[in-house]
Every structure is written in C-alpha cells, then in structure tokens.
C-alpha cells in the first residue's frame, strides 16, 4: 500500500429549515458515501417537509502515512468519523452558496479547520468498509515512535571552563602567585624553538 491513498467519497448535504429570527435554514453533511460517481452540480436525492438531501460533491479522503497516529485516535474513539469541512458564501446568490471544502479522517485536521470563521466542520458516520481501509492503512504504515528518557545536566561546578575561559579560581591564585613577587611560569610557545621568555635560542 502507498504511503499516500486517495478514496473518493460522496458527500451528503442537507439544506434543513430551522427555527431562527434571521435565518430560514441551514446547511449540514449528513453521511459519506463510497463508490460515489463524479458530480459537477449538486444532485438531489430526497426531501420531505423539513429537509432536502443533496448528493453535492465527490471529494478524494487522503490517508498520509505520517499522519497515522490521528486515524488511531479517530477509530479508538468508538465512533469512526469522517470529518466535513464546508465553506460558506454568504453573499452568493447561488442556490447552493456552500462549497464541500474538504474531507478527512483526521480529528487533528478537521480541528484546525474549525478555527476558521467560514468553515463549518461536523463528523459524520465512517462507512464500515472505509473503517477497514483506515484500520489497513494504519497497520501498514504506523510505528510508534520511540521514548528517550531525558538526562538531568550535572551541576557545573566552578572550576569547570565556561564558553573556553579559564576558571575564575584557577586565574584568582595565578595572580595572586605574581603580585606576591613569586616568580611566574611561562607557558611554552606553541611554536618551537622561539624563546617567550626574552632569553636566547
């Protein structure tokens, strides 16, 4: 199995009336379907007095293998959920001013979609035979990834060097060695042969 997979679902919209002081309806995805044959307008598929259902999209629900560990949390939930994004229009004067924006089987997605002002986004049932795609996908691609225990930092002490300087007690006592008179020791040169100490070769 690819570690992308693409399954082309329908998408089910209802136009319900509602009771409200400044709107007469309102738009919500009821179910998902497989098997959904490409659309280019919303098709109407049933109505009564308080509702019209409308098959209004067929979009592609991608599984990425990274994202494995949203689709366990999604299954382990009891209630397997595909997740609809729609975005409204409220100034279209089309007869269906919302547009099925997106589709996923990943809560973590479908939250981030939920910060958006125009974005409507509701779960709906995920059909058991998707459920068994998902639950494949996930036992191909998911590895759990490993826990490192973090280490405590030793304490520093003072005479350890800090950003490459000599320890502030190590330099206390060198300076102290000079100003008592006591002759100081010089550091040999890095370079051979040449006398730091102003005597002869």
Do not use: C
């Given at each position: 199995?690819s570690?992308?997979?693409?399954?082309?679902?329908?998408?089910?919209?209802?136009?319900e009336?509602?009771?409200?002081?400044?709107?007469?309806?309102?738009?919500?995805?009821?179910?998902?379907?497989?098997?959904?044959?490409?659309?280019?307008?919303?098709?109407?598929?049933?109505?009564?007095?308080?509702?019209?259902?409308?098959?209004a999209?067929t979009?592609n629900?991608?599984?990425?293998?990274?994202?494995?560990?949203?689709?366990?949390v999604?299954?382990?939930?009891?209630?397997?959920?595909?997740?609809?994004?729609?975005?409204?229009?409220?100034?279209?004067?089309?007869e269906w001013?919302?547009?099925?924006?997106?589709?996923?089987?990943?809560?973590?997605?479908?939250?981030?979609?939920?910060?958006?002002?125009?974005?409507?986004?509701?779960?709906?049932?995920?059909?058991?035979?998707?459920?068994?795609v998902?639950?494949?996908?996930?036992d191909?691609?998911?590895?759990?990834?490993?826990?490192?225990?973090?280490?405590?930092?030793?304490?520093?002490?003072?005479e350890?060097h800090?950003?490459?300087?000599?320890?502030?007690?190590?330099?206390?006592?060198?300076?102290s060695?000079?100003?008592?008179?006591?002759?100081?020791?010089?550091?040999?040169?890095?370079?051979?042969?040449?006398?730091?100490?102003?005597g002869?070769?």
């Amino acid at each position: 199995m690819s570690s992308v997979l693409s399954i082309p679902v329908g998408v089910v919209v209802a136009r319900e009336m509602i009771a409200h002081p400044w709107q007469s309806h309102r738009w919500r995805p009821v179910s998902i379907f497989l098997d959904a044959p490409r659309t280019g307008q919303w098709r109407e598929l049933r109505r009564d007095d308080r509702s019209v259902l409308y098959h209004a999209a067929t979009l592609n629900l991608e599984l990425f293998r990274k994202e494995t560990t949203a689709y366990r949390v999604n299954l382990a939930n009891g209630e397997p959920t595909v997740y609809v994004v729609l975005r409204e229009d409220p100034d279209s004067d089309n007869e269906w001013p919302v547009d099925v924006h997106l589709v996923t089987a990943s809560p973590f997605e479908a939250q981030s979609h939920g910060d958006v002002g125009l974005d409507n986004v509701e779960g709906v049932p995920m059909p058991a035979q998707l459920v068994e795609v998902v639950q494949a996908f996930i036992d191909e691609h998911h590895h759990e990834e490993p826990f490192f225990k973090r280490k405590r930092q030793p304490h520093l002490r003072a005479e350890e060097h800090k950003f490459g300087q000599e320890p502030v007690v190590a330099l206390r006592e060198r300076m102290s060695d000079t100003i008592d008179g006591a002759p100081s020791v010089a550091k040999p040169d890095a370079t051979r042969g040449i006398e730091t100490g102003g005597g002869e070769k």
